[in-house]
């Protein structure tokens, strides 16, 4: 991750809160409960392009080094786990309005890195963001240079 994105899980609906543990976190165990095929999520490639990954496992829609999602899968193409970074640092209104249509549609929800569930909701998304650890770090940087 880069000191410009802020990191977020996707996961099926209703994951099971108990087994949110930081230390332990294992977004694979979630996935594989609903066996959803990677296919899911081509629809993203219309805000994020697909891009040329280095793993035959990993799918990745956007830039590394902006927004992007990453999701990786099994032999069989069932997804183990989706991640999302967004650059702050960008215009990210129309990717994060998108993707959160995108789990509404699919019963999906959106973790921060730190496993707290946020409301499908551009405004919440936003604000967290805005208040995240990670761009408070980016900004501290910024003044020092």
């Known amino acids: 991750m880069a000191i410009w994105q802020c990191d ?5 609906s209703n994951s099971d809160e108990a087994v949110l543990n930081l230390e332990t976190f294992d977004d694979s165990i979630f996935w594989h409960k609903v066996s959803v095929n990677k296919e899911i999520f081509n629809s993203v490639a219309s805000i994020l392009p697909q891009v040329k990954s280095w793993s035959d496992s990993l799918d990745i829609y956007g ?44 019963d999906f929800e ?18 967290y963001i805005s208040g995240s650890k990670q761009k408070e770090k980016f900004m501290k940087l910024q003044k020092l240079i």
């Open 8 to 12: 977020f899980y996707i996961l099926p």
């Open 63 to 106: 830039n590394l080094e902006d927004s992007c999602l990453q999701i990786s899968f099994d032999n069989n193409g069932l997804v183990d786990g989706a991640l999302l970074r967004i650059n702050f640092t960008s215009e990210y209104k129309d990717i994060l309005k998108f993707i959160i249509s995108f789990c509404v549609k699919n």
């Open 110 to 127: 959106i973790l921060t890195s730190d496993l707290q569930k946020l409301p499908l909701l551009y405004s919440q998304i936003d604000q």
